[in-house]
């Protein structure tokens, strides 16, 4: 049964930093293209940052310098160190995952791009 399960979320005053965790398993093949998401109140869902199985990067511009995502393929973990986190950084963060084709800049930041979800963990950014 293929599984991501996010973990990590919590309060913090801006400022602060969190560090996101993605546990993924049965998984059959090494998945091509890893996400984070995130989604506040009233409003859709977006990329924020993905990695793909050569370790290439995409951010979002919201987050560029302050979060990094990183993988560490012998425990099947993603991971997004979120620093200097803002109040409008305030959602629940998702991961994702997508097979056949590396990441890319045209559609890392679609949900309909991805067909693996977590279950999310929520992320509160008090200012």
């Known amino acids: 049964q293929v599984q991501l399960v996010e973990s990590g979320g919590g309060s913090v005053q801006a400022g602060g930093s969190l560090r996101l965790s993605c546990a993924a398993s049965?998984?059959?093949?090494?998945?091509?293209?890893m996400a984070w998401f995130r989604q506040a109140p009233g409003k859709e869902r977006e990329g924020v940052a993905a990695?793909?199985?050569?370790?290439?990067?995409l951010y979002a511009d919201s987050v560029k310098g302050r979060f990094t995502v990183s993988q560490d393929n012998a425990k099947n973990t993603l991971y997004l160190q979120m620093n200097s986190l803002k109040p409008e950084d305030t959602a629940m963060y998702y991961c994702?995952?997508?097979?056949?084709?590396?990441?890319?800049?045209?559609?890392?930041?679609?949900?309909?791009?991805?067909?693996?979800w977590g279950q999310g963990t929520q992320v509160t950014v008090s200012s």
């Open positions: 990695i793909d199985s050569d370790g290439k990067t």
């Open positions: 994702a995952a997508r097979w056949l084709d590396y990441c890319s800049a045209s559609w890392y930041r679609f949900a309909w791009a991805f067909g693996v």
């Open positions: 049965g998984f059959t093949y090494r998945t091509d293209c």
